[in-house]
């Protein structure tokens, strides 16, 4: 099987920078996404990394390393807005050829003043 | 101008009943999605359609029976509701789903199903 781990909670303060791991063990695979989800909101997706190393987008960066198994999502100057639940995703294809996204079992990030 | 929308936002019934869940995505993607987000916020995918057309099924009990009238739409039927149906059902979208580029996912803001 498919799987995903990653810390269930991390706190951070605001300003601060917080790393969010994720190890997986899965076959296929083509790729890491991150998404976001606010309480009570809908996953929305902040990054995408196939090969090896570090995307940036703004505040936020992206890591894979693929010979290890291993992402991370790196948020940086910290703000209350980033208090969410952070997911990664794996990219594979289901036998149909199509995509199929499997989810970690998200990390519930807590920003405080 | 909502992307992917869900109705309704909340359900609340009885077990034993049937109920309807209704998705719409106006981004012209190919392929829709339901997943499944339970009280741990583990998010599971249940179908996937692209253009109308079943591709994926994952082990889902058979009381659930997706529908998808045109691209734009898919729908949820679950039957015999219960207890364990409780959870969020979201609603996704991307562009078409083929191969292994990057397509982000748009997700609706989900249908809180709750069985009494």
């Known amino acids: 099987g498919q799987s995903l781990e990653q810390p269930s909670e991390v706190t951070a303060v605001e300003g601060a920078i917080v790393q969010i791991n994720c190890t997986y063990q899965t076959s296929g695979f083509y790729g890491l996404s991150w998404y976001q989800q606010h309480d009570g909101g809908a996953p929305t997706f902040l990054s995408y990394?196939?090969?090896?190393g570090l995307e940036e987008t703004g505040r936020f960066s992206s890591f894979l390393s693929r010979s290890d198994s291993y992402g991370y999502l790196l948020l940086q100057e910290l703000q209350m807005k980033d208090s969410a639940s952070y997911f990664c995703?794996?990219?594979?294809?289901?036998?149909?050829?199509?995509?199929?996204?499997?989810f970690g079992t998200g990390t519930r990030l807590l920003v405080s003043p | 101008d909502t992307a992917v929308s869900q109705t309704p936002k909340y359900l609340v019934t009885q077990m034993g009943n049937d109920k309807s869940i209704k998705c719409e995505q106006n981004l012209g993607h190919d392929t829709m999605y339901w997943y499944k987000q339970d009280s741990k916020k583990f998010l599971k995918i249940m179908f996937s359609?692209?253009?109308?057309?079943?591709?994926i099924n994952e082990t889902v009990p058979n009381r659930f029976s997706p529908k998808s009238p045109d691209k734009a739409h898919l729908n949820l039927h679950i039957n015999s509701l219960e207890l364990g149906d409780s959870a969020v059902y979201f609603c996704a979208s991307s562009q078409d789903g083929r191969g292994a580029s990057n397509q982000p996912q748009h997700f609706g803001d989900g249908t809180r199903l709750s069985i009494l």
């Open positions: 990394n196939a090969l090896d």
């Open positions: 359609y692209n253009n109308k057309e079943l591709i």
């Open positions: 995703a794996h990219l594979g294809l289901a036998n149909t050829g199509f995509q199929k996204l499997v």
